[in-house]
C-alpha cells in the first residue's frame, strides 16, 4: 500500500492559480500546497484527500500569482524619493543626486533606505529584487533580515564612491561578500559596473574575468539614453553594445538595464548572445530617456524583465504599475494593440524576471519544486468587477493596494497587508527623520 504522502505545512485555497508556467494558464478551484518552504502541490481541489495540512488558509476572491520580480533598482535612494524631479538625467545626476550621494550616504543611510524600499516592496507583492547601490554589504543585511529575496549587484565605477575608495576595492568587496553568501538561500550577489561611460576597458575586463571565474551575473545601465549611445561614437567610434561585445561582456549572465536605443545591430547582438534585458518604463518616461521596444525585442526572442529603477527617478517601488504601464507603452511603441497581452506582461514581472537573474529554476512560476515565493491578490473590490479574466483585472484595473498576503520561501512576510517582520510605524518616523534632516541641508 502507497505510503501517505507528508502532511503540507500550509494549504492555499485561491479563487484562481495564474502558474505563468504553462503560459497563459487560470486555473479556478485549484489549490496549492507548501512544505518546507517550496511548493509541494498544485492540483484541482478534488484532489485534497490524500493531502493533510498543518494550515489551511481560504483565499475567496483572491489570484494567486508568483511573487513579482523587481529586476532592478536603488534601494536605499528611497530616501532621495522626490528630491530633484522633473529634471534631464545627467542634470539630475550631475547635479543634485551624486552631490546628495557624496554628503548623505553611510551605512545608516543605506540601512534606513533599504529597509524602507524592502518594506515598500513586499506590501506591493515583491518576493524579490534586485539592488544595486552603495554599502551592498549593508542592503545584504537588511535583506537577511527581512526574509525577501534579493540580488544584490556590487557598485563598480572608476572613481571613488561611498564604502570604496578605487575600482579595484570595490570588486575586491564584491569577491568578499560573494564568497560570504554564496550558500545564502535568498541572496544571490552580482556585479554591478554602473554604465558604459563611467568604467572603462580595463576594469570591464576585470569585471567579466571575475564574474566568469565566479559564475556571477553582471548588471548594467546600458543604452539609457541617445546621447548616450552618440557620445560613444563619437569618442570611441562604436556602441556602447558593440564595444561591451567586444570586451566579451554580452551573454545569458549579462543583465542590460534600459536599452531605449535599440538598432539592427544592437538586437542581433541581444539575440545571438542570449543576452537579458531589464525595462523600466517609468523611470525612462520620467527622465525623457526614450522608449525601449518590448515587443520588439519579445517577438525577436530576446528575455524582457521589469525594474522600477530607483525611487529617487520613478517615484515608487510599485512594480504592479510598472508592468501597466509596461503594456500599455508597449502598444504605442509597437503601433499595436495586441503588443505585449496581460499574460505576457504578468510573465515580464515574474519569470523573465527570475530568468533574468539567473533565478527562474527557483522562483519566477508556480511549479511544483520552486521556492513558494507566492502574492494573493484580493479581486474581490468594486474596481475590479465583473471579472471576465482575472489577469487582464489585475494589470489593467488593481493596484498594488489588492496586495493581500506575501510568501518568500514559504513564510508569511505580509498577511492581511500588514508586514509580520516589520515595523511600519518605525520605519515611517525614521524615514521622515532623514527627509527633515536633509530638506533642512538643501533648501
Not at 542634470?91 to 533606505?113: K, M, N, S
Not at 568578499?176 to 544571490?188: A, K, Q, T, Y
Not at 529554476?361 to 507566492?374: H, Q, R, Y
Not at 506575501?406 to 492581511?416: F, I, N, S, T
Request: with cysteine; hydrophobic share 45%; net charge negative.
Amino acid at each position: 500500500m502507497p505510503k501517505p504522502p507528508a502532511p503540507l505545512d500550509l494549504l492555499l485555497l485561491p479563487t484562481w492559480l495564474v502558474p505563468v508556467e504553462p503560459a497563459g494558464v487560470v486555473f479556478k478551484e485549484y489549490a496549492l500546497g507548501i512544505r518546507d518552504g517550496l511548493i509541494a502541490f498544485i492540483g484541482p481541489r478534488t484532489e485534497l484527500g490524500r493531502f493533510k495540512a498543518d494550515e489551511v488558509r481560504e483565499l475567496p476572491g483572491c489570484l494567486l500569482a508568483p511573487g513579482l520580480i523587481n529586476a532592478h533598482g536603488h534601494a536605499a535612494m528611497t530616501l532621495f524619493r522626490g528630491m530633484a524631479d522633473d529634471l534631464p538625467l545627467m542634470t539630475w545626476l550631475q547635479d543634485h543626486i551624486w552631490p546628495a550621494e557624496g554628503r548623505w550616504v553611510d551605512e545608516a543611510f543605506v540601512r534606513d533606505g533599504t529597509d524602507l524600499a524592502i518594506a515598500e516592496q513586499l506590501k506591493g507583492g515583491i518576493t524579490c529584487f534586485s539592488d544595486m547601490y552603495f554599502y551592498p554589504k549593508i542592503a545584504s543585511e537588511c535583506v537577511h533580515e527581512s526574509g525577501i529575496r534579493a540580488q544584490i549587484a556590487i557598485p563598480l565605477l572608476d572613481f571613488p564612491i561611498p564604502g570604496a575608495r578605487s575600482f579595484d576595492e570595490g570588486l575586491n568587496l564584491g569577491v568578499e561578500l560573494f564568497g560570504d553568501l554564496r550558500h545564502h538561500p535568498r541572496i544571490s550577489i552580482a556585479f554591478g559596473p554602473h554604465a558604459p561611460y563611467t568604467v572603462n576597458d580595463d576594469n570591464l575586463e576585470k569585471v567579466r574575468v571575475v564574474a566568469e571565474e565566479l559564475d556571477a551575473p553582471i548588471q548594467m545601465h546600458i543604452h539609457e539614453t541617445a546621447s548616450e549611445v552618440q557620445q560613444s561614437l563619437e569618442q570611441r567610434g562604436e556602441r556602447p553594445l558593440t564595444r561591451l561585445a567586444r570586451l566579451g561582456l554580452l551573454g545569458p549572465s549579462l543583465q542590460a538595464v534600459h536599452m531605449t536605443q535599440v538598432s539592427d545591430e544592437d538586437l542581433a547582438l541581444l539575440v545571438e548572445s542570449n543576452t537579458s534585458v531589464v525595462h523600466c518604463p517609468e523611470s525612462n518616461l520620467k527622465l525623457a530617456s526614450g522608449f525601449c521596444p518590448v515587443e520588439r525585442l519579445w517577438q525577436a526572442g530576446v528575455n524582457v524583465a521589469i525594474g522600477t529603477d530607483g525611487a529617487a527617478s520613478n517615484n515608487d517601488l510599485d512594480l504592479l504599475g510598472e508592468t501597466r504601464t509596461a503594456a500599455l507603452l508597449a502598444k504605442a511603441v509597437a503601433g499595436s494593440a495586441s503588443a505585449l497581452d496581460v499574460h505576457r506582461a504578468l510573465r515580464m514581472a515574474t519569470l523573465n524576471g527570475a530568468r533574468a537573474l539567473g533565478l527562474d529554476t527557483v522562483t519566477g512560476s508556480l511549479e511544483i519544486g520552486k521556492a513558494a515565493d507566492l502574492v494573493a491578490f484580493d479581486l474581490s473590490g468594486l474596481a475590479q468587477q465583473p471579472i471576465y479574466d482575472p489577469v487582464s483585472q489585475l494589470i489593467y484595473a488593481s493596484g498594488r493596494d489588492c496586495v493581500k498576503h506575501v510568501w518568500v520561501a514559504g513564510k508569511a512576510l505580509l498577511e492581511d497587508g500588514r508586514l509580520t517582520r516589520m515595523d511600519e510605524q518605525a520605519l515611517h518616523a525614521t524615514a521622515v527623520a532623514w527627509g527633515q534632516r536633509i530638506a533642512g541641508h538643501t533648501e
